[in-house]
């Protein structure tokens, strides 16, 4: 029949009574669409069919025997018996089903589950609430005992085995006690009904005890990963009425769940504990429905109370009205609203409020910082329509940070976007960044694509959506600076923000520029790039906290920062930051004086890589001299340590100077209270004088190393070493700013000390005077001023002198020149109130000591100076050869000078000088370029005319003078040589560098035609002419007739000796006196 087979086989013996029947029947096919034709109705899509049974007609009634069949993949076999002949007829079966195959029938609507969906939605109900419940009368005028067993179940959305039914029909009531194995969780119950003046009264009871529920509850809560097991599992549900309405109307409901230990996230990596001390859903007779739990969710205690309507009134209005009430962890949720169908968001509204007063409190269950003290509150309007999801008119607020909004979740093109405009009147990133400090990292092994934002109680995490975003905040404040006038607005598409402009003010400092971000991986990297012009720097260092004071200015900063991370914490640790600044200028000034230090800025760069020092360089210029700085300190994740110290070196390079600064710096950084370990070296000190606009030393090569502190008073070095050619100086150095001048100390020692390091060439340390002096004076000045840097001042000059007080003090165990050892010495300097002093200056050698003193002043525009020299028996071999080593000049120097002095300068101080210049000298040889001296040309000029017989020497040279207003004028000036004595007198005049004096010869034995004509000289010290007058020319004629008496002479005197040295003995007396 149409594709279906249908076979009888058997017999009847009486075919009019149907007496004696015994028929084998059967039924099969392959396709349904026969049996749909054949019945008349629509059937599950079952697939092929074969069914066989035995019918027999007995005395009292039927029997079908032997049934067996398939229908699908449902197979099944039993009997049936039916006696119509008894006073009530009673029906009796058994039925085994071995495997029972469901989905043809969950699964009898074609299309997919969401085209179902709609479609029911679609099609009006098939019946009404108030239609009249089927009559059970044909029902209660029989007796039926029906046993049905299921051994499996299979297209179920669970597992089901050992399912048994036993339905029972006896005196006007239904009884049907009921037992399955429900994944697992065996459910006993029983369900009676019975009809009662046209009504229809049903009770059902469901049980369970002491069961896992782990496929269970994956149906039941349709929560992936949930498994656990429950001590007490009943439902009770009981009811009257005579339709449907009147039923619901007289529902008495009650479900209950006893300790049931839970835990979802199973199929994560960390499963979420989750325990039901209590579970009650109850809907009371003609009460409100209800439901309430008490549990334990991540070892935290909570409660849920929900409370609705009772049926009559959700059946006589729209939707179930809901007022939930949540706790736990010092949280409270409520949500009230109305939800217009049981399981369907669509038309449902719910007002949300939560809040609590420690965000702490809260770290089990979203990764909060358990000491988190702040309080926090959120507000709403959630809604869903138009198969979209609304939170709007948001308001939260964690601490003192704000946030107002709507959020709207959608689908498109089957993806989910999010849309979020949000505004903050102020947010507190400390606040925000203490909440989540202890937030989790991901894993190496975590390769799930996307960004989770970590949530304990949702072991999935939360992934970030397509999301476009509309972002104002009127004020970020930092920890240091306050970030204001924020704006950006972006979008995020599959994973990824593309470059999005955004403004912002740090401090004072507008910024323009973008940002990206790419989520796609669990740790997002975000990429901002950021630049301003005009920028106050310093402003933005000291807003920052970075350093207490600073004055730096550029014309132009850009700034790449990349950061990689989800919390505050790693993104320090894995970013990266590039900050350009172009065309500045950098003032560093004394604490104290406020002196500056300007450092024009060409080009600077601060770099940051992760694990690697944050470095900055720095390309620029002091004054004219181009210099070179490289900072480095710590990585940058070493900053969010609480530390008051970060270690620090720079390292600058400027005109062959190369500086190395180590140590550590506090935060903020402070030119108070550091320590440094300093290293300086260089080629020659000559170098600084561009850099310091001071003319210094031309010494070299140098290298000093100590170690300077820093702190109010000023600047020290207690421990220097200082190294200058082959010398080597060690002690302490000390700056003391808090004055009224800066006071500079310097103590030094040395073992050897090699005075040829120390040369200075044609370098002064002081200012000239190109219209004072004489014009040999100028004419030297005229050739160091030729070589005058443009820019540099002398070391010393009269302005800079009353700028800073200042003491040297250098102490010498053993002072070399060359290959000469000349003994210890020691040199004590001051600068005091605008006056040099050198008190004392002194050398001790084997045989004699040289003593000195020195100062000077300027006052009303003079230089007034006193000079003290006292030399005892100096060998001045030394000095000769100090002006040319390879010079043998030799002899002793014994010096006394004592001179006052007032005049422009310094260089020119004998032209106006007062005092006393006694000085005797034992050459072994004489010569007149070594010293360039008015004496000793002198002495030097007048000796072939005065002893030029073989083997005379000069046995000494003795001078005893006084000076006034810069002229000298002689108590005694000998020459002693073999065979003559010259006595002298006559005048220096050192303001016109003229001399002019008379030398008077006198032979030390007689002889006979001896002239002994007076000598004259005149002239500038370095070109002067000898000669006599012809007054001394008759004098001379006078001694040379009388000359011829010197043999008498002889024999009646006594001869000098030659040698001379009772003469020069007495000399030297009247020096000492």
């Given at each position: 029949?149409?594709?279906?087979?249908?076979?009888?086989?058997?017999?009847?013996?009486?075919?009019?009574?149907?007496?004696?029947?015994?028929?084998?029947?059967?039924?099969?096919?392959?396709?349904?669409?026969?049996?749909?034709?054949?019945?008349?109705?629509?059937?599950?899509?079952?697939?092929?069919?074969?069914?066989?049974?035995?019918?027999?007609?007995?005395?009292?009634?039927?029997?079908?025997?032997?049934?067996?069949?398939?229908?699908?993949?449902?197979?099944?076999?039993?009997?049936?018996?039916?006696?119509?002949?008894?006073?009530?007829?009673?029906?009796?079966?058994?039925?085994?089903?071995?495997?029972?195959?469901?989905?043809?029938?969950?699964?009898?609507?074609?299309?997919?589950?969401?085209?179902?969906?709609?479609?029911?939605?679609?099609?009006?109900?098939?019946?009404?609430?108030?239609?009249?419940?089927?009559?059970?009368?044909?029902?209660?005028?029989?007796?039926?005992?029906?046993?049905?067993?299921?051994?499996?179940?299979?297209?179920?959305?669970?597992?089901?085995?050992?399912?048994?039914?036993?339905?029972?029909?006896?005196?006007?009531?239904?009884?049907?006690?009921?037992?399955?194995?429900?994944?697992?969780?065996?459910?006993?119950?029983?369900?009676?009904?019975?009809?009662?003046?046209?009504?229809?009264?049903?009770?059902?009871?469901?049980?369970?005890?002491?069961?896992?529920?782990?496929?269970?509850?994956?149906?039941?809560?349709?929560?992936?990963?949930?498994?656990?097991?429950?001590?007490?599992?009943?439902?009770?549900?009981?009811?009257?009425?005579?339709?449907?309405?009147?039923?619901?109307?007289?529902?008495?409901?009650?479900?209950?769940?006893?300790?049931?230990?839970?835990?979802?996230?199973?199929?994560?990596?960390?499963?979420?504990?989750?325990?039901?001390?209590?579970?009650?859903?109850?809907?009371?007779?003609?009460?409100?429905?209800?439901?309430?739990?008490?549990?334990?969710?991540?070892?935290?205690?909570?409660?849920?109370?929900?409370?609705?309507?009772?049926?009559?009134?959700?059946?006589?209005?729209?939707?179930?009205?809901?007022?939930?009430?949540?706790?736990?962890?010092?949280?409270?949720?409520?949500?009230?609203?109305?939800?217009?169908?049981?399981?369907?968001?669509?038309?449902?509204?719910?007002?949300?409020?939560?809040?609590?007063?420690?965000?702490?409190?809260?770290?089990?269950?979203?990764?909060?910082?358990?000491?988190?003290?702040?309080?926090?509150?959120?507000?709403?309007?959630?809604?869903?329509?138009?198969?979209?999801?609304?939170?709007?008119?948001?308001?939260?607020?964690?601490?003192?940070?704000?946030?107002?909004?709507?959020?709207?979740?959608?689908?498109?093109?089957?993806?989910?976007?999010?849309?979020?405009?949000?505004?903050?009147?102020?947010?507190?990133?400390?606040?925000?960044?203490?909440?989540?400090?202890?937030?989790?990292?991901?894993?190496?092994?975590?390769?799930?694509?996307?960004?989770?934002?970590?949530?304990?109680?949702?072991?999935?995490?939360?992934?970030?959506?397509?999301?476009?975003?509309?972002?104002?905040?009127?004020?970020?404040?930092?920890?240091?600076?306050?970030?204001?006038?924020?704006?950006?607005?972006?979008?995020?598409?599959?994973?990824?923000?593309?470059?999005?402009?955004?403004?912002?003010?740090?401090?004072?400092?507008?910024?323009?520029?973008?940002?990206?971000?790419?989520?796609?991986?669990?740790?997002?990297?975000?990429?901002?790039?950021?630049?301003?012009?005009?920028?106050?720097?310093?402003?933005?260092?000291?807003?920052?906290?970075?350093?207490?004071?600073?004055?730096?200015?550029?014309?132009?900063?850009?700034?790449?920062?990349?950061?990689?991370?989800?919390?505050?914490?790693?993104?320090?640790?894995?970013?990266?930051?590039?900050?350009?600044?172009?065309?500045?200028?950098?003032?560093?000034?004394?604490?104290?004086?406020?002196?500056?230090?300007?450092?024009?800025?060409?080009?600077?760069?601060?770099?940051?890589?992760?694990?690697?020092?944050?470095?900055?360089?720095?390309?620029?210029?002091?004054?004219?001299?181009?210099?070179?700085?490289?900072?480095?300190?710590?990585?940058?994740?070493?900053?969010?340590?609480?530390?008051?110290?970060?270690?620090?070196?720079?390292?600058?390079?400027?005109?062959?100077?190369?500086?190395?600064?180590?140590?550590?710096?506090?935060?903020?950084?402070?030119?108070?209270?550091?320590?440094?370990?300093?290293?300086?070296?260089?080629?020659?000190?000559?170098?600084?004088?561009?850099?310091?606009?001071?003319?210094?030393?031309?010494?070299?090569?140098?290298?000093?190393?100590?170690?300077?502190?820093?702190?109010?008073?000023?600047?020290?070095?207690?421990?220097?070493?200082?190294?200058?050619?082959?010398?080597?100086?060690?002690?302490?150095?000390?700056?003391?700013?808090?004055?009224?001048?800066?006071?500079?100390?310097?103590?030094?020692?040395?073992?050897?000390?090699?005075?040829?390091?120390?040369?200075?060439?044609?370098?002064?340390?002081?200012?000239?005077?190109?219209?004072?002096?004489?014009?040999?004076?100028?004419?030297?000045?005229?050739?160091?001023?030729?070589?005058?840097?443009?820019?540099?001042?002398?070391?010393?000059?009269?302005?800079?002198?009353?700028?800073?007080?200042?003491?040297?003090?250098?102490?010498?165990?053993?002072?070399?020149?060359?290959?000469?050892?000349?003994?210890?010495?020691?040199?004590?300097?001051?600068?005091?109130?605008?006056?040099?002093?050198?008190?004392?200056?002194?050398?001790?050698?084997?045989?004699?000591?040289?003593?000195?003193?020195?100062?000077?002043?300027?006052?009303?525009?003079?230089?007034?100076?006193?000079?003290?020299?006292?030399?005892?028996?100096?060998?001045?071999?030394?000095?000769?050869?100090?002006?040319?080593?390879?010079?043998?000049?030799?002899?002793?120097?014994?010096?006394?000078?004592?001179?006052?002095?007032?005049?422009?300068?310094?260089?020119?101080?004998?032209?106006?000088?007062?005092?006393?210049?006694?000085?005797?000298?034992?050459p072994k040889n004489m010569q007149a370029d070594i010293f360039d001296l008015w004496a000793a040309n002198l002495v030097v000029a007048i000796l072939p005319r005065i002893d030029s017989g073989p083997g005379s020497r000069v046995n000494c040279v003795v001078g005893v003078f006084d000076m006034a207003d810069g002229i000298m004028n002689p108590k005694t000036f000998l020459v002693d040589t073999t065979n003559v004595q010259v006595f002298g007198d006559g005048e220096v005049n050192f303001k016109s560098g003229q001399l002019d004096f008379e030398l008077v010869p006198k032979a030390k034995r007689p002889t006979m035609f001896s002239l002994a004509t007076p000598i004259r000289?005149?002239?500038?010290?370095?070109?002067?002419?000898?000669?006599?007058?012809?007054?001394?020319?008759?004098?001379?004629?006078?001694?040379?007739?009388?000359?011829?008496?010197?043999?008498?002479?002889?024999?009646?005197?006594?001869?000098?000796?030659?040698?001379?040295?009772?003469?020069?003995?007495?000399?030297?007396?009247?020096?000492?006196?």
């Open positions: 029949l149409a594709g279906t087979i249908v076979s009888v086989n058997g017999g009847i013996t009486d075919p009019l009574k149907a007496q004696d029947v015994d028929l084998d029947i059967a039924i099969s096919g392959e396709k349904r669409e026969a049996l749909e034709a054949l019945m008349e109705t629509s059937l599950p899509a079952v697939g092929s069919y074969d069914v066989r049974a035995r019918l027999v007609k007995s005395g009292t009634g039927y029997k079908v025997a032997n049934l067996e069949g398939s229908v699908g993949n449902t197979t099944f076999s039993g009997n049936i018996a039916v006696d119509h002949l008894a006073t009530r007829p009673q029906i009796s079966a058994t039925l085994d089903v071995a495997t029972l195959d469901l989905e043809p029938f969950l699964n009898n609507v074609p299309g997919s589950s969401m085209e179902r969906e709609q479609e029911a939605q679609a099609t009006p109900p098939g019946f009404s609430l108030d239609e009249t419940m089927h009559s059970l009368d044909a029902l209660w005028k029989i007796d039926a005992d029906v046993m049905l067993a299921v051994n499996r179940v299979v297209g179920a959305p669970t597992d089901i085995q050992g399912a048994s039914l036993k339905a029972m029909v006896g005196d006007g009531q239904l009884t049907i006690p009921v037992g399955a194995t429900v994944s697992g969780v065996p459910i006993n119950g029983r369900l009676a009904i019975q009809e009662d003046d046209d009504s229809l009264d049903f009770t059902l009871a469901l049980s369970s005890e002491g069961s896992d529920m782990r496929n269970l509850t994956r149906v039941m809560g349709r929560t992936e990963g949930l498994e656990g097991s429950f001590e007490k599992f009943a439902l009770r549900a009981s009811g009257r009425g005579r339709n449907l309405r009147t039923a619901l109307e007289s529902l008495d409901l009650l479900m209950t769940l006893d300790r049931a230990d839970l835990s979802y996230g199973r199929d994560s990596d960390e499963p979420v504990p989750l325990i039901l001390e209590t579970f009650e859903l109850a809907l009371p007779q003609g009460e409100a429905l209800r439901l309430s739990t008490r549990g334990m969710l991540v070892d935290e205690a909570f409660s849920v109370d929900l409370s609705s309507a009772t049926v009559s009134e959700a059946l006589s209005t729209v939707g179930w009205p809901i007022d939930l009430t949540a706790t736990g962890s010092g949280a409270r949720l409520s949500l009230k609203g109305s939800v217009p169908e049981l399981g369907k968001l669509e038309g449902t509204t719910l007002d949300l409020a939560m809040g609590g007063e420690r965000i702490g409190d809260l770290a089990p269950w979203i990764g909060a910082d358990p000491s988190a003290h702040v309080a926090y509150g959120v507000s709403g309007r959630l809604s869903f329509h138009d198969d979209k999801a609304y939170f709007e008119s948001v308001r939260a607020k964690l601490g003192q940070t704000a946030f107002t909004g709507d959020l709207s979740a959608g689908w498109r093109n089957q993806d989910l976007l999010l849309r979020a405009t949000v505004r903050s009147p102020e947010i507190v990133l400390d606040e925000l960044t203490a909440v989540f400090a202890q937030q989790k990292k991901p894993t190496d092994q975590d390769k799930s694509p996307g960004l989770d934002l970590h949530i304990p109680i949702l072991p999935h995490g939360i992934k970030i959506a397509d999301t476009d975003l509309d972002i104002a905040v009127e004020r970020v404040r930092l920890q240091t600076v306050d970030l204001t006038d924020l704006s950006f607005i972006g979008r995020i598409r599959e994973g990824r923000l593309k470059k999005s402009p955004f403004t912002a003010t740090v401090g004072v400092v507008p910024f323009t520029g973008g940002v990206s971000l790419d989520l796609r991986s669990q740790v997002p990297v975000a990429t901002i790039d950021i630049g301003s012009e005009n920028v106050d720097v310093g402003g933005l260092l000291r807003e920052l906290e970075l350093v207490e004071r600073s004055e730096t200015r550029a014309r132009r900063l850009a700034v790449e920062i990349v950061l990689r991370g989800s919390t505050l914490k790693t993104i320090i640790e894995k970013s990266e930051i590039t900050a350009v600044l172009e065309d500045g200028v950098m003032t560093i000034r004394d604490p104290n004086t406020q002196a500056p230090l300007e450092i024009g800025i060409v080009k600077s760069t601060l770099t940051s890589t992760p694990g690697s020092p944050v470095v900055y360089d720095v390309d620029g210029r002091i004054g004219s001299v181009p210099v070179r700085i490289r900072i480095e300190t710590n990585p940058l994740a070493s900053f969010l340590e609480a530390t008051d110290h970060v270690p620090l070196r720079l390292t600058a390079d400027t005109g062959g100077v190369h500086v190395e600064l180590n140590g550590s710096v506090p935060r903020p950084f402070t030119l108070r209270n550091l320590r440094f370990d300093l290293s300086v070296e260089g080629g020659n000190l000559e170098k600084f004088d561009e850099l310091l606009h001071v003319s210094v030393p031309p010494w070299g090569p140098y290298a000093l190393d100590g170690t300077v502190q820093l702190n109010r008073a000023g600047y020290h070095v207690p421990s220097l070493s200082i190294r200058v050619g082959d010398s080597h100086l060690t002690g302490n150095v000390s700056l003391d700013t808090t004055g009224t001048r800066p006071r500079l100390a310097v103590n030094l020692t040395s073992k050897t000390l090699q005075l040829n390091d120390f040369n200075t060439g044609g370098w002064s340390a002081f200012e000239y005077d190109d219209s004072a002096g004489n014009i040999a004076d100028r004419e030297d000045r005229s050739r160091s001023i030729s070589n005058k840097k443009v820019g540099v001042e002398a070391l010393l000059r009269s302005e800079s002198m009353r700028e800073f007080d200042a003491r040297l003090s250098i102490a010498v165990n053993e002072v070399l020149s060359g290959e000469d050892r000349l003994g210890n010495g020691q040199l004590v300097a001051t600068l005091e109130d605008g006056r040099i002093s050198l008190d004392p200056v002194r050398i001790e050698i084997p045989e004699g000591s040289a003593d000195a003193r020195f100062g000077f002043e300027v006052a009303d525009g003079d230089v007034v100076a006193r000079t003290e020299v006292n030399i005892e028996h100096l060998d001045y071999g030394v000095l000769a050869r100090r002006i040319d080593p390879s010079d043998d000049a030799a002899g002793w120097l014994s010096l006394d000078l004592d001179l006052r002095s007032r005049s422009k300068t310094l260089d020119n101080m004998l032209n106006g000088a007062t005092g006393r210049f006694d000085f005797a000298v034992w000289v005149s002239g500038s010290y370095s070109e002067f002419e000898t000669g006599a007058s012809a007054e001394e020319w008759i004098r001379t004629a006078g001694r040379f007739v009388t000359s011829i008496f010197a043999p008498i002479r002889r024999i009646f005197t006594t001869p000098i000796p030659a040698d001379g040295e009772a003469e020069c003995l007495a000399a030297m007396e009247r020096v000492s006196e």
